[in-house]
Every structure is written in C-alpha cells, then in structure tokens.
C-alpha cells in the first residue's frame, strides 16, 4: 500500500501537466501514451487490448482523473511487484512530463540544476501527505530547508523563512512544489555557497530520505580469507549494510543482512587498529574500524536502529519520523482550535453579561415607573382619605388593606432588587476573571513565542538523544526479557523441587506409618510368640510326663538263678521319645511363625489338644495305678 500511494503521488503530477486547459481531463490519445509509458517503467506486460477496450473510441471527451483510476488500478498498480522495476525511472519520467510545463526558473536562470530539482520534487512528494492537489505543510518545509542546510553547513535564515511561510496562499492551502522550488531557485538559503555544495547537500538529503539510506562513509574492514584491513565505503539501510569499493557506489563487495539475530560490539584494539567494532550475524562475524571514537558511537548506533527497525517490520526511518511529526501536528492543530472554542465561550458569556446588565437596567427603570405611580396614588388617596375621612370610614379601612398589600409587594421587590444587584456584582467580578485569563493568555502565547526558538534548536539534539535512549531502551528489554527468563526457570525449578519435597515428605510420612504399624505388629507378634513358647515349654513338660510313666509290671533283674539281664522290647515310650526329637529345629520355628490370621484357630486347637491331653493323662494315672495296687 506504501509503494501505491508513493507511485500515485508521481503519476498524479504526470496526468495534471497533460491536463493543458486545467478542466480535470486529459485526451485518451495522452493516457494511451502515458499508460504505455508507465508499463514500461514499471516493467508490466503490454496489454494493448485491455488498453483499447478501456479507452473505447465511442466514449465521448476526455477522461477524468476518477475515469482513469480504475484503469489504473486494475491494469497497472495492481500488478506491481516490489523489487521487479526501478521506482526512480517512474519518477524520472513523470518529473519529465510535468516539469516541462510547471518548472520555469526566473529569466531562466536557477540556483538549482536540473537533477537537483527532480530530487527535491522527489523528496517532497515523499514528504506531502496522501491528499490531492499534493502539498506541503508549512513545519514539513522548514524541516526540510533544515536538513539541506545542515547538510551545506550554513545556518537557515529565519527571516527569510518566515516571509516565505507567512504568504497568504501559503497559510490557506499549504506550499505546492513548485512555489517550493521557486523560493529554493531565489538564492536566499544559499548566499555565499558554492553550487556544488548545494548538488551534494540536495544529493545527501535526497539519498537519506528517498533513498532510505541511514548513513554513509568510509569504514576499514577486515576481510574473511585473506584477513588484511581494507577500506570500503559502507551504505547502511533498515535491513542491509552494503559496502563498495568507493563511494561512487558502483562496484559492490559485498552485503550484511540485518534483522533481529544481528548485534553490534565495540572491540578493543588489536592489529594496529583503533575504534575497532563488528556485527555479528548467524553465519559470520565482521570486523570494522572507524576513523575515530566519534565515528564509531555514530555508526554503532545507527546500525542498532536499523535493527530495531527490522525487528519492528518497518522499511524507513523517515516514514517513521514523518508519522510522529504529523501526530505534534495534529496535536497542536486540536490545541489551537480548543484555544479558539475558549474564546468564542468567552465571547459568548461577555454577550450574556451585556443582556443581563440591560435586563437590570429595563427593571431599574420599571422600579421607578412604578415608585412614581405609587407617589401619585398616594397623594390622590390621602386628598380622597382627607374629604371622605368622616363619611366613609367602611372606605378608609379598605384602602389601609390595599396600602399594606402595596408595601408587601414592595418589600417583595425591594428584594427583588438586592437579588439582582448581587447578581450585577457576580457578573463584574466574573469579567474581572475573564479580563485576568485574557492577560494570562497573551502572557502565555508570548512565553510560547520564546520557547518556540529554544524548541527549535533542541530539536536535533533530542533527535540525537532519542536515538540513544532508543537503544539503550532496546538493550534494557533484551536484559528485562532474559531476566524474566531466567526468573521464570527459577521458578519453576522451584516448584518442581517443592512438589518432590512434598512428595518424599508424603513418602516419608507413609514409610512412618508403615514403621509404626510393622513396630505394632512385631510388639504383639512378640508377645505372641512369648506365649507360644510359654505353651511350648508347658506341653514340653506335660510330653516329658507323658513319655516317662509308671509301667505296669516292668521286668526288673532277675535276683537268683543265672543273673542274665532281661532284654526288654521296645516300648511305646522309647517310639514317642525318637519320634520327639527327630523333628528339626526348621519346622519348629515354622510352627512358631505361623500368620496371625490362624492365631485364633491355633489357640482354639491348642485347647482341644490341652483338654485331650489332660483327659488322657487322667485315664494314664488311672490305669498305672490301677497297675501298681493289683502288683
């Protein structure tokens, strides 16, 4: 859409100069020849038949400037692409065409060359706004003479600057290029220099804010294979920095590609060379010297604007500056006309300050009317009171009432009349405010008259400052944002380390309920176990009573005869004794560290074999004793 309205503004000077009669129109035959002109500048396929089909011969009369936009839209700008075409070759054919007829130097003769004046056309179609016919406000002029005559090294004469802006066509309806050029071609802003300085002046502007250069000049650079220092003339652009062998710019040596993974760092010195700085990109690094210390601040600076450019999308510093110069424009334009709704209110309470002091001056005047009516009544009702005093009495007291109503009423406008003279000393003390905020304002506006002069020569030094303060700004985001980065992976360190505390404290607090709960268990386990060999020891020795009882009729050695020994048979005892202790120790712990779920039936099993034991053991003693009393 840049590049559109940028191509409209020069196509627009090449269809008003075929515009001979100044009607709004131009011949079909010229927009033929224009519209093939422009195909060819812009490096657009002919399409002669859409040509002739738009431009059909049974239309009637010239074309307007709405007839030929759809044209021109459709068929032409529309099918532009950026970068396919030189846009300085459109503007150096429709400069050709409308300079022709518009540009006429006085007796011919000129301060300005015929390139110089086609670049300063250039630069201030690039300056005027989007609206048609294309001007000039007056701040944008003087912003450029400005830059010109910074780049000439002479100081703008004020007065000459003022005479020019204060003309009346130049206040209603805004400075055309061609007063512009004009007032350039008299001489006043160049008295005293060379017409070369003014070329290069104009070509230094011309390239700065057309040519969307930033900065230009001489660098030392060291080279990637043969790693010698050589000096290249460097140009610095939003998103590249080209270097050339000199600075007629013809032989290229190589281009940087800027964008956001760009960085510039000063160097210390080394190899012989001072104010050493380089750009680092992805790829490679490249090393620069810089005349001097001041140079190097500049053009370290300057290529960390054009990378915030680039990051930011923008393609052109000027563009950016020309937006923020009309914003203080409109600002001051909006502060102008509340300034002038002020004044009219002012006026307005003046107007209603003259009404009520004439409303008050009409009752004033009623006041009196009424007074001197009264004075007359009354001196007509005495002279009837003094002849009717004695005859009618019923009459008197009826004018008495009348005359205490009457002075009510007076009182009532007596009233009346201290309201509105409150009211006249509100109104004066007001105009004494008004009169007061009238001399602030003169007061203020003269202020304003100084502080214009003092703004106008800090305006280059905030240039300059902004441009630091925007790097320094760029520079303390980059740290803000690795802060916060750096801060958010502390973070959340610090809360994965806080979820696995919380989760080995959970842990923790279950190992210690499974510690108590095991300490429990091995308490009663023990104290089951206790129990158990209690039970042990108790049934050892009811089984040791067992195996060795009383035997009915044992065989004991025989006292006569041969004195053999008598051999005695295994016995039931001797089979249980063996059998006892041909059990392991392993099934008798077994036995002992059964689960606590059979405790109970264990218990209930141990009491039947204690109740059958015992009923055993009584039917033993019986039976030995029955043994021993038939023995």
């Known amino acids: 859409m840049e590049l559109r309205a940028e191509l409209l503004k020069s196509i627009w000077y090449a269809f008003t100069s075929l515009d001979v009669e100044k009607s709004g129109k131009v011949s079909k035959s010229q927009l033929k020849v224009l519209s093939h002109n422009l195909y060819t500048a812009l490096n657009i396929p002919h399409d002669p038949v859409a040509l002739e089909v738009h ?27 950026e970068g396919t075409f030189d846009k300085e070759n459109v503007d150096v054919f429709c400069w050709t065409l409308c300079a022709k007829k518009n540009y006429r130097p006085k007796d011919g003769m000129g301060v300005l060359l015929d390139k110089d004046a086609f670049h300063l056309w250039c630069i201030f179609n690039f300056l005027s ?68 300085s003014v070329t290069m002046a104009i070509d230094k502007v011309y390239q700065e804010i057309v040519g969307n250069i930033i900065k230009e000049g001489y660098l030392w650079k060291k080279g990637h294979l043969r790693r010698n220092w050589n000096e290249r003339w460097f140009s610095l652009r939003p998103s590249t920095l080209h270097y050339y062998v000199s600075e007629d ?55 960390q604007t054009a990378i915030r450019l680039c990051v930011e999308g923008k393609n052109s510093l000027h563009k950016d500056l020309k937006l923020r110069r009309r914003e203080l424009r409109e600002e001051r334009e909006r502060r102008r006309t509340t300034k002038e ?6 006026c307005l309470l003046q107007g209603e300050k003259e009404s009520k002091l004439a409303e008050l001056e009409l009752l004033q005047e009623a006041q009196r009317h009424s ?17 009717l005093q004695r005859t009618l009495q019923d009459q008197l007291q009826q004018a008495e009432e009348e005359r205490d109503n009457m002075q009510a009423e007076m009182a009532l406008k007596d009233a009346e009349t201290d309201r509105q003279r409150k009211r006249i000393r509100e109104l004066e003390e007001m105009q004494l405010r008004l009169e007061e905020a009238l001399h602030q304002e003169i007061r203020a506006r003269q202020n304003e008259e100084a502080y214009r002069l003092v703004q106008a020569s800090l305006l280059v030094e905030e240039e300059e400052k902004m441009k630091v303060l925007l790097a320094l700004q760029e520079e303390q985001e980059q740290y803000i944002l690795k802060t916060q980065r750096e801060k958010q992976e502390l973070r959340q360190e610090m809360v994965a380390k806080s979820q696995a505390l919380e989760e080995a404290q959970h842990q923790l607090e279950k190992v210690r309920a499974n510690r108590h709960r095991m300490d429990h268990d091995i308490a009663t386990a023990q104290r089951k176990l206790r129990q158990a060999s209690t039970s042990v020891k108790h049934w050892n020795v009811q089984m040791n009573r067992l195996m060795h009882p009383i035997g009915p009729g044992e065989r004991r050695l025989s006292l006569g005869g041969s004195g053999d020994p008598v051999v005695r048979g295994p016995s039931l005892r001797d089979s249980s004794l063996r059998l006892y202790h041909q059990r392991s120790e392993g099934d008798r712990e077994k036995e ?11 218990e209930k099993e141990c009491e039947e074999s204690m109740s059958i034991i015992g009923r055993e053991e009584r039917r033993l003693s019986q039976a030995s004793n029955g043994d021993m009393d038939c023995a």
């Open 341 to 346: 709704e002020e004044l009219q209110r002012l």
């Open 55 to 81: 431009f059909r011969d049974d239309d009637d009369g010239p074309v307007s400037n709405q007839g030929y936009m759809p044209y021109l839209n459709k068929f032409i700008l529309d099918k532009v692409v």
């Open 249 to 303: 710019r013809k032989e290229c040596k190589g281009c940087i590609e800027l964008d956001h993974n760009c960085c510039v760092e000063v160097l210390p010195e080394k190899e012989g060379k001072r104010c050493m700085f380089c750009v680092k990109t992805l790829t490679k690094t490249y090393e620069m010297s810089a005349p001097d210390t001041k140079q190097r601040q500049e053009w370290t600076t300057a290529i």
């Open 592 to 602: 002992r560290e059964r689960d606590n779920e059979q405790e109970n039936i264990e």
């Open 371 to 387: 007074q001197a009516a009264l004075l007359q009544e009354e001196q007509k009702r005495r002279q009837k009171h003094e002849e």
């Open 129 to 196: 706004e989007d609206k048609y016919p294309l001007v000039l406000a007056p701040e944008e002029v003087e912003y450029l003479l400005k830059k010109i005559c910074l780049a000439m090294s002479v100081e703008l004469s004020c007065v000459d600057m003022e005479d020019f802006i204060s003309q009346e066509p130049v206040q209603l309806s805004g400075i055309t290029v061609w007063a512009f050029l004009d007032f350039v071609n008299t001489g006043r802003l160049t008295r005293g220099v060379e017409n070369d």
